[in-house]
């Protein structure tokens, strides 16, 4: 029993959601002390202790921020907590083992995998009842949502496949083959690439999720389980169960840049909205390791329950307003926007990473690319991607910011109004529909 709790508690899928509250919690699963312990990240100090039922091992949250979604496989179970109150408000009744969750960009959804029955469950959150089954191969255990929503991806242990499934009509569309028992997946903040774990080839495949085949294979360290993508996209973060060791992906590479030490047994790994730290899990140590990403280095150790499995941390800050103005045309876009900070919200583009959405096209600019200007700006040109991008960032007063880019070589004239527009910058975020000019 033991030693399945181990393998289920490494395959347990971490996914970093957007949007949300303004404070900054790390949820952590103890399987074996039945409860999810909340993280104040700011002191790594633990600020709650929340009772569930037997055996909670995945977990994920709202891009609202208002609710965990935790898989308790020993009570075949979802438990839903409240984030304001720290306390259970639901449970939806699921299959054998339930072990990964993952929830949709617009949190309408939840998917939670059950390895002992071959089905990924569709939870309607705003009722918190099951919405649909969707068959996949052989023990699914950990899952990733893109980021717009569009698909999910499953790894099958068993089956050696990741299961690719359409969110519109809650199909699998395609099956890829990758290694010896996938056991964790990832996504990059683009949607280009998912990245998943072979917990028995001690390597991670990478797959194009354009053509949904393996462009690249990766090797890791020994018994590789959970994963999480920085949030600029440069970096994979690899908890390799048997190493006690993290491996840091360089993606524009596909090369192991850094193997960092950490507990024993590490095994669920999330990674802060402003990419500064990752939060691993070692089962065997029961306690927390910090990674500070920038020199990839632990710089903290933080006791927590027993065998602490699953690791998702709270969303980023919203903007207490965002608004913007959209020209499309064949060659390119022109966006200009406003946002204004939420409450507890700052901004530094010189040290933070800005993603920026429009409606199926995702660019990530990595941190450190912005360069402060006159006036308070802040400025980056350059090329990500084969497109030619000009963003300025200027400061209006009242916490607030204009956005202002050109960008070239890119055609989104097949978009139809409304067109979606998320801006990311560091911890904020803001999402408006706009009806663009074409």
């Not at 959150?125 to 191969?137: E, K, L, R, Y």
């Not at 920038?294 to 690791?311: D, L």
């Not at 993603?355 to 040109?381: I, Q, W």
């Amino acid at each position: 029993m033991n030693r399945i709790r181990l393998l289920i508690s490494t395959f347990a899928a971490v996914l970093l959601m957007l949007g949300g509250a303004s404070a900054q919690k790390a949820y952590v699963t103890n399987p074996d002390s039945n409860s999810v312990l909340v993280i104040d990240t700011s002191s790594n100090t633990v600020a709650a202790t929340v009772p569930v039922s037997p055996a909670p091992v995945g977990v994920a949250i709202t891009p609202d921020g208002s609710r965990v979604y935790v898989t308790d496989n020993v009570s075949e179970i979802v438990s839903v907590i409240d984030t304001s109150s720290n306390t259970v408000v639901a449970t939806v009744p699921v299959s054998i083992l339930p072990v990964g969750v993952a929830i949709t960009p617009d949190g309408s959804r939840a998917y939670v995998t059950t390895v002992g029955s071959n089905i990924v469950w569709v939870i309607d959150t705003s009722i918190n009842t099951v919405a649909a089954t969707v068959p996949v191969g052989s023990e699914p255990t950990a899952l990733a949502i893109s980021p717009d929503g569009s698909r999910a991806y499953v790894t099958n242990v068993l089956s050696k496949s990741v299961s690719v499934i359409d969110t519109s009509s809650n199909t699998v569309e395609a099956t890829v083959g990758v290694g010896t028992s996938p056991s964790g997946v990832a996504i990059a903040p683009d949607g280009t690439r998912a990245y998943v774990t072979n917990f028995g080839s001690k390597n991670v495949s990478v797959i194009d999720t354009s053509s949904n085949t393996v462009e690249a294979t990766v090797g890791v360290g020994s018994q590789p389980g959970g994963v999480a993508i920085t949030p600029d996209g440069s970096r994979v973060y690899v908890a390799n169960q048997n190493d006690g060791t993290v491996s840091v992906i360089d993606t524009s590479s596909n090369t192991v840049e850094a193997t960092v030490g950490v507990g024993s047994s590490p095994g669920g790994v999330a990674i802060t909205p402003d990419g500064s730290r990752a939060y691993v899990t070692n089962f065997d140590s029961n306690n927390l390791s910090v990674i500070d990403t920038s020199s990839n280095t632990v710089e903290a150790t933080v006791g927590v329950g027993s065998s602490p499995s699953g690791v998702a941390i709270s969303p980023r800050v919203p903007f207490s307003a965002f608004s913007a103005q959209l020209d499309i045309s064949s060659a390119g876009f022109d966006l200009q926007g406003k946002a204004t900070l939420g409450a507890g919200g700052t901004i530094n583009p010189p040290t933070e990473p800005l993603t920026l959405r429009v409606g199926t096209y995702t660019v990530a600019v990595p941190a450190g690319s912005f360069t402060p200007g006159p006036k308070g700006t802040f400025t980056f040109e350059g090329t990500i991607n084969g497109v030619a991008l000009q963003f300025r960032i200027a400061p209006l007063g009242g916490n607030s910011y204009s956005v202002q880019l050109d960008a070239s070589g890119v055609d989104l004239t097949g978009l139809t109004n409304p067109v979606t527009v998320t801006l990311t910058i560091g911890n904020n975020v803001g999402t408006t529909s706009v009806n663009a000019d074409f």
